[in-house]
């Protein structure tokens, strides 16, 4: 039985996108590309595909460890629910973002709809994406899960874009309480449950780190355009009903504000409740992974 089971709906939901969003896979930060002084022309996504893809149904061992590791060219996933993949195809914040989810694909319950999925670029295919800034990667890396979503589960979807509540990132009263990293200071990233600490960081990329611990869209509105040292700890559990075992699976974010105070608190930034237009993505059909 999954942990999942145990933790009342409300929980649940933000407990699957918390964990999904640990599961993102992106490049090890070693592995990311310099930022080209002038704008590379946008590839097209769909010239990009995965040269192998392996997806099977999890088999859980003794002391087996549910997991997902990235390299440059390549994905794995131990005992992963289609939720996640879903989440990893959509450019998407929150999970009201996903519309239509089956039950069974959101493997929040009973966990019995898991695989082991196994992607592989090839050579080329690698090396093109290494090329391409940063961003672009991202989306490239999106199209190629969808592209396996809909070979393998027969996904078919639309896009549509709702009215929904969102949070505006701002300024707090007081100033922001960072500064911009100096240009000769080397690269540095360090992280983990709760906690971030991160040099020549932009504003563009607080929006997905934030929208899974706020439950909303984030928007960022701070009009700060530089690359920043920032360093931000917080409690991703403190305003959620979760019992006191999962806690002390935790135990470094005992005492840390939640998210909300601990923007305003060590940052300087505040999330102020709006509503805007959001994508919303509707799965409109979805089946179980075809066999290897």
Same mark, same amino acid.
């Given at each position: 039985?999954?942990?999942?089971t145990?933790?009342?709906?409300?929980?649940?939901r933000?407990?699957?996108?918390n964990?999904?969003?640990?599961?993102?896979?992106?490049?090890?930060?070693?592995?990311?590309?310099?930022?080209?002084?002038?704008?590379?022309?946008?590839?097209?996504?769909?010239?990009?595909?995965?040269?192998?893809?392996?997806?099977?149904?999890?088999?859980?061992?003794?002391?087996?460890?549910?997991?997902?590791? &990235?390299? +440059? $060219?390549s994905?794995?996933y131990?005992? %992963? @629910?289609?939720?996640?993949?879903?989440?990893? !195809?959509?450019?998407?914040?929150?999970?009201?973002?996903?519309? &239509?989810? +089956? $039950?069974w694909a959101?493997?929040?319950? %009973? @966990?019995?709809?898991?695989?082991?999925?196994? !992607?592989?670029?090839?050579?080329?295919?690698?090396?093109?994406?290494?090329?391409?800034?940063?961003?672009q990667?991202?989306?490239?890396?999106?199209?190629?899960?969808?592209?396996?979503?809909?070979?393998?589960?027969?996904?078919?979807?639309?896009?549509?874009?709702?009215?929904?509540?969102?949070?505006?990132?701002?300024?707090?009263?007081?100033?922001?309480?960072f500064?911009?990293?100096?240009?000769?200071?080397?690269?540095?990233?360090?992280?983990?449950f709760?906690?971030?600490?991160?040099?020549?960081?932009?504003?563009?990329?607080?929006?997905?780190?934030?929208?899974?611990?706020?439950?909303?869209?984030v928007?960022?509105k701070?009009?700060?355009?530089?690359?920043?040292?920032?360093?931000?700890?917080?409690?991703?559990?403190?305003?959620?009903?979760?019992?006191?075992?999962?806690?002390?699976?935790?135990?470094?974010?005992?005492?840390?504000?939640?998210?909300?105070?601990?923007?305003?608190?060590?940052?300087?930034?505040k999330?102020?409740?709006?509503?805007?237009?959001?994508?919303?993505?509707?799965?409109?059909?979805?089946?179980?992974?075809?066999?290897?």
């Amino acid at each position: 039985m999954n942990l999942i089971t145990f933790l009342p709906l409300k929980s649940r939901r933000a407990f699957i996108l918390n964990v999904a969003a640990c599961l993102l896979l992106t490049l090890p930060e070693q592995e990311k590309p310099t930022p080209p002084e002038t704008s590379a022309p946008a590839a097209n996504p769909a010239s990009f595909a995965y040269d192998v893809v392996s997806i099977k149904p999890y088999k859980p061992e003794p002391g087996a460890i549910r997991s997902a590791n &990235g390299t +440059p $060219d390549s994905l794995s996933y131990r005992g %992963t @629910g289609l939720i996640v993949l879903l989440i990893n !195809a959509f450019p998407t914040l929150t999970l009201d973002q996903l519309v &239509g989810v +089956p $039950d069974w694909a959101m493997a929040s319950r %009973t @966990g019995d709809e898991l695989y082991d999925v196994e !992607a592989k670029m090839d050579e080329d295919t690698a090396a093109a994406l290494k090329k391409l800034p940063w961003d672009q990667q991202q989306d490239i890396r999106r199209s190629m899960m969808l592209q396996v979503l809909v070979e393998r589960c027969k996904l078919k979807y639309h896009k549509e874009t709702r009215e929904l509540p969102i949070y505006n990132l701002v300024i707090a009263k007081n100033g922001p309480k960072f500064k911009e990293t100096p240009a000769d200071k080397k690269e540095n990233q360090t992280g983990g449950f709760g906690q971030i600490s991160e040099d020549n960081f932009e504003m563009k990329q607080m929006p997905a780190m934030l929208s899974g611990y706020a439950r909303r869209p984030v928007v960022d509105k701070t009009g700060l355009t530089g690359k920043y040292s920032i360093s931000l700890k917080w409690n991703p559990y403190a305003d959620q009903d979760v019992p006191a075992w999962l806690m002390d699976r935790f135990p470094d974010s005992k005492g840390r504000p939640g998210i909300f105070d601990a923007l305003e608190e060590q940052l300087g930034l505040k999330l102020e409740s709006a509503k805007g237009p959001v994508d919303v993505y509707v799965i409109d059909h979805i089946e179980k992974p075809s066999p290897d």
